[in-house]
T-cell receptor, first 118, second 110 residues
Framework: GAVVSQHPSRVICKSGTSVKIECRSL??????MFWYRQFPKQSLMLMAT?????????EQGVEKDKFLINHASLTLSTLTVTSAHPEDSSFYIC??????????????FGPGTRLLVL | GQSLEQPSEVTAVEGAIVQINCTYQ??????LSWYQQHDGGAPTFLSY????GLEETGRFSSFLSRSDSYGYLLLQELQMKDSASYFC???????????FGKGNQVVVIP
């Protein structure tokens, strides 16, 4: 089946620094990728929809200047958490939509990135 | 708007059957998906209902009734490895955005 990778899988950083997380579709082209955040014991919350070649669409309440998204190619989207604070510590998960998909299940999840901000 | 409600936790013995319900308040969507997530892992796709009725995939089955705004996931012949969180998710028209329910943790005991 389709594979989506994320890098890094785990990152620890100091408060105030920026962290970049990569999401790659390894064997298919993804015009659309999604970024989710999940706090412990909670559900996945969609942060933004990343569109190749255009600006990302952010969900209500998500600061676009804090969570920078770039979808420069059909296989790569990046999420940069700028000036990270301890409250940004979370599990960040991306998913990628197979370009050939229709209404069926064509969205594949990456393994997630666990961010800890000290 | 959209809202997906799921009960929070259930404990069952190996070999038992568990039904996880999902009610939603939304319209204009492709279908209802179900995902499994083990602690510390990413969600993995289990089942998808585009149409009303029952979809069977091995030990797991999923059901959707659009008229009742309701769906469920049925886990049969429970195994220890089925201990995980289970989420329903509505897939919206347009760019296939997924809105996840709150999730239901299943604990399987010997």
């Amino acid at each position: 089946g389709a594979v989506v990778s994320q890098h890094p899988s785990r990152v620890i950083c100091k408060s105030g620094t920026s962290v970049k997380i990569e999401c790659r579709s390894l064997d298919f082209q993804a015009t659309t990728m999604f970024w989710y955040r999940q706090f412990p014991k909670q559900s996945l919350m969609l942060m933004a929809t990343s569109n190749e070649g255009s600006k990302a669409t952010y969900e209500q309440g998500v600061e676009k200047d804090k969570f920078l998204i770039n979808h420069a190619s059909l296989t790569l989207s990046t999420l940069t958490v700028t000036s990270a604070h301890p409250e940004d510590s979370s599990f960040y998960i991306c998913s990628a939509r197979d370009r050939s998909g229709g209404g069926g299940e064509t969205q594949y999840f990456g393994p997630g990135t666990r961010l800890l901000v000290l | 708007g959209q809202s997906l409600e799921q009960p929070s936790e259930v404990t069952a013995v190996e070999g038992a059957i568990v039904q996880i319900n999902c009610t939603y308040q939304t319209s204009g969507f492709y279908g209802l998906s179900w995902y499994q997530q083990h602690d510390g892992g990413a969600p993995t796709f289990l089942s998808y209902n585009a149409l009303d009725g029952l979809e069977e995939t091995g030990r797991f089955s999923s059901f959707l009734s659009r008229s009742d705004s309701y769906g469920y996931l049925l886990l049969q012949e429970l195994q220890m490895k089925d201990s995980a969180s289970y989420f329903c998710a509505v897939k919206y028209y347009g760019n296939n955005r997924l809105a996840f329910g709150k999730g239901n943790q299943v604990v399987v005991i010997p």
